[in-house]
């Protein structure tokens, strides 16, 4: 992520510029950098950030690191130019409170539970490593595909280690199978041998007789059946 950042006027001469200029100055850029990651940007510490910078230096360029936000340890690197010329980069690391809006457990929540009403969105405050919170917040179907992996008591916020997904076809479900013959669609019911999302190529044992035929996922307990529909004495 690369973000353009330009210096306030300086002061006639060599200047310096302390920690709360630099806060200052990252702030609103950080706090659009942040939002776009579902965080809002509540405060900004720049402890320790001190540069010596001639009174016509801009600061070209910020980079904030990628992958997952720490907002105890922000390392950025900024670049530093003067009437055209490089003045090299800086290292700065910042710490920052955001708060960010967080699935909260409405009810206690024991394994196996599905999050689907009995979660609520809360909008709490983060000073750390937001990688282990659900961010955005799920709604709708992918939610409700969630369910404890752990019991949570009401009022805990939700963390990517307390849920788990539940697949589109889990291996012995019963579901309905689509079969196509000639110009023919037809609807069977069958047995998942395996487990499988959208997409995913699975067995299933279908029709009359039982036979374990293959299947594509096509959605929350649907398949379709690739193989060879049926053969004669067969009934789907």
Known sequence: ???????????????????????????????????ARGLDLVRLDARGASWDLPEDAEVAELRLGEGAVNLAALDVTVSLTA??????????????????PLLVAAAPLRPGDR?????????????????????????????ERLVARRALSAGTAVRTADVRRERDVSAGQAVSAEVMSG???????????GAGDRGDAITVRAFARGRAVK?????????????RPFTSGDTP
């Open 1 to 35: 992520m690369t973000l353009a950042l330009v210096a306030g006027a300086s002061a006639a001469g060599a200047r310096t510029m302390g920690p709360a200029e630099v806060a200052a100055l990252v702030s609103p850029r950080l706090g659009t950098a942040l939002a």
């Open 183 to 193: 110009h023919l669609r037809l609807e069977s019911s069958a047995t998942a041998l």
């Open 215 to 227: 299947a594509r996922v096509t959605g929350p307990g649907r398949v379709a059946i690739l193989d």
């Open 83 to 100: 009437a055209g010329r490089d003045l090299g980069t800086r290292a700065l690391r910042l710490s920052a409170v955001a708060e960010a």
């Open 115 to 143: 999050l689907e009403g009995r979660t609520e969105v809360q909008r709490q405050r983060l000073d750390g490593p937001t990688v282990s919170y659900l961010l955005p917040a799920p709604a709708g179907e992918e939610l």
